[in-house]
């Protein structure tokens, strides 16, 4: 179904190649996964599936890709739609209707499809994928995840032998990114779809894949069997870790295998006593009676709560459970319908300027909305300016976070991830009070979301500040978080230490800890710290 041959490529003022050489054919009915570093060119091989690259991106591309006979060097991407259905790692920015059910049908009118064929394929993506409710929504009121879920059904609707998605998992949470991957698995193997993922939370999507293509960063890609491909690869799920930790000669790609595996292992090893008491600060966010509605529909619906000096706090629940609006008004840009939120005391929303920049660091679900300069370095040289810090401060925090980012490219021009570091670096090095972050690991790899980890315990420990997260990564809380706040449909459910929360969530529970119950350990450095205690 889809044929590289010989494919190298390379952009304009880059040193070095994406893809060098490359050599891979896809047959029609398969799942391939694309991993590699952020940054490392896995958005540019999707996108040289169906001629985006070089046709709209430009570079210079030697050898051929060809999709079901056709080669995209023949025909512009629109030649392409019949076949091929894209959803990009930034949804929003594909959207051309108002609302949900305006944008499903966009597509097929575009096809030329009959009034009949598309109402029919309308009903059944909105019960595929759970969109019902949503159908006469605007678009713009919906949340990240939702508009996730719209942007993969606007590409299935259509029908198209090939499906390339980059990074779709990203915005949803737990259960729905199950329920998208159980949904795209069974086209695949019912209707014989091709399927190729670009996605860094390998916990959730190893298990669908056939096969895997690993991008090192320096163009050299190598392809093969999922066990093949993580045997060796610095790029890895927790519980392919945790069997490397353990040093089992297999490697378990699901839950179900690892506890096979580590069975011995469990049995043998004393289950220990949770001592989950927390260490109450100082008050630094009070939240009291606080209500939001959005087109007379409640957000946030009576929730009264506080966060502490030296926490670092993560907000949990399922796409549309009020994550969003909680921060928002946490960090004083939202119009609260009732209810108050203090920062250090003050009103958030009547803070302005420099006291505001101090007091609240805020990263939207999107970064490029606090990015507006034509470089890296001038955002790294302004953020130092308006902070008053010392020169280069923005750009060694940008260096630790996601290294080789070229000073002179463009914000716009970086990868998902790279943005995000971005705006993190510009954020933290004015030093907030509290920082207030919305699904801070999108476009994340495993190695920068360890760096991540370390530079947010550090400035929560190091100068005494409070975090602030809304996430759907729950490796990432289990790793990072003192405290999780639990929401559904804008009320408060569960408030407490992180090992509790996860503990007693099936849904929301990180790998370890469900290969490893009925021992309280959520991550592998948990495993490391028992088998240290007990030798």
């Excluded at 119009?335 to 101090?358: F, H």
């Excluded at 606090?370 to 008053?388: G, H, M, R, T």
Aim: hydrophobic content about 45%.
């Amino acid at each position: 179904m889809i044929k590289f041959s010989n494919v190298s490529l390379i952009y304009p003022n880059s040193t070095t190649t994406v893809i060098e050489d490359l050599n891979l054919e896809i047959p029609e009915g398969e799942l391939v996964l694309v991993i590699g570093p952020t940054g490392s060119g896995k958005s540019s091989l999707l996108r040289l599936i169906n001629g985006l690259v070089p046709h709209h991106t430009g570079g210079i591309l030697a050898g051929d890709i060809s999709v079901d006979g056709i080669s995209t060097a023949l025909v512009k991407p629109g030649g392409l739609a019949h076949l091929i259905g894209i959803v990009g790692q930034n949804p929003a920015n594909a959207f051309v209707a108002d609302t949900v059910e305006e944008e499903l049908v966009f597509g097929m009118e575009a096809l030329n499809l009959s009034n009949d064929v598309m109402r029919k394929r309308v009903e059944e993506i909105l019960d595929l994928l759970s969109l019902a409710p949503l159908r006469n929504r605007a678009i713009s009121t919906l949340s990240g995840g939702e508009q996730q879920r719209v942007a993969i059904a606007s590409a299935l609707v259509t029908h198209p032998k090939v499906l390339v998605l980059d990074e779709p998992t990203s915005a949803l949470d737990p259960i729905a990114a199950e329920e998208v991957l159980s949904i795209l698995h069974r086209l695949v193997h019912d209707l014989s779809l091709t399927v190729v993922i670009a996605e860094h939370k390998l916990e959730r999507v190893i298990q669908f894949a056939d096969r895997i293509v690993h991008i090192d960063g320096a163009g050299v890609a190598s392809v093969g069997t999922p066990e093949e491909i993580l045997r060796t690869s610095s790029i890895a799920p927790p519980i392919v870790e945790l069997a490397r930790v353990l040093g089992l000669k297999e490697i378990g790609l699901t839950v179900r295998e690892m506890r096979r595996l580590t069975n011995e292992f469990r049995e043998t090893q004393k289950v220990e006593n949770i001592d989950a008491a927390r260490k109450i600060g100082d008050a630094v966010v009070e939240v009291k009676n606080l209500q939001i509605a959005y087109a007379g529909k409640n957000a946030i619906q009576n929730i009264s709560t506080q966060i502490f000096d030296n926490e670092i706090v993560a907000i949990m629940g399922r796409n549309g459970a009020g994550k969003s609006s909680l921060l928002r008004a946490i960090a004083g840009i939202s119009e609260n319908n009732s209810g108050s939120v203090l920062v250090c005391g003050e009103d958030s929303q009547k803070l302005e300027g420099k006291k505001r920049r101090e007091t609240i660091g805020f990263i939207p679900q999107e970064p490029s909305d606090l990015l507006y300069a034509q470089s890296v370095k001038s955002e790294c040289e302004q953020a130092d300016l308006d902070n008053q810090i010392a020169k280069g401060t923005t750009q060694e925090i940008l260096n630790q976070l996601v290294p080789g980012i070229s000073k002179d490219a463009h914000p716009r021009d970086l990868s998902e991830g790279q943005r995000l570091a971005l705006a993190l670096s510009v954020v933290l090095s004015a030093n907030p009070k509290i920082l207030v972050l919305d699904e801070p690991t999108r476009g994340l790899d495993y190695q920068a979301k360890r760096v991540l980890v370390k530079i947010l315990i550090d400035f929560a420990r190091l100068f005494n500040r409070s975090v602030v997260i809304a996430t759907h990564d729950v490796e990432l809380v289990a790793e990072l978080a003192t405290r999780t706040i639990f929401i559904a449909d804008g009320e408060l459910i569960a408030d407490g230490t992180t090992i509790d929360v996860l503990l007693s969530s099936p849904a929301f529970a990180p790998q370890v800890s469900k290969v490893m119950s009925p021992h309280p350990w959520l991550t592998v450095a948990d495993v490391v710290s028992a088998l240290n205690r007990v030798n």
